[in-house]
């Protein structure tokens, strides 16, 4: 009859991660999601900026 560390030991060797490729793609993905989220982000402010940059430019040659 098995002991209960021995039976644990057993569980833990078979869900253990063995291949870790696949926990380094998610990690990628997952920074790659975020440089994602920064740059729309930043873009969006910038862009927003650079409108009312031109909208002023252009109301003052059109005065």
Do not use: P
Not at 10 to 19: N, P, Q, Y
Not at 38 to 44: E, V
């Amino acid at each position: 009859m098995l002991r209960v560390n021995e039976y644990a030991a057993i569980v833990a060797r078979f869900f253990a991660i063995k291949d870790k490729r696949g926990v380094t793609a998610i990690e990628y993905g997952l920074i790659a999601s975020l440089v994602a989220v920064a740059l729309i982000a930043g873009a969006t402010t910038l862009g927003s900026k650079l409108n009312g940059m031109f909208s002023s430019v252009a109301g003052s040659i059109s005065s």
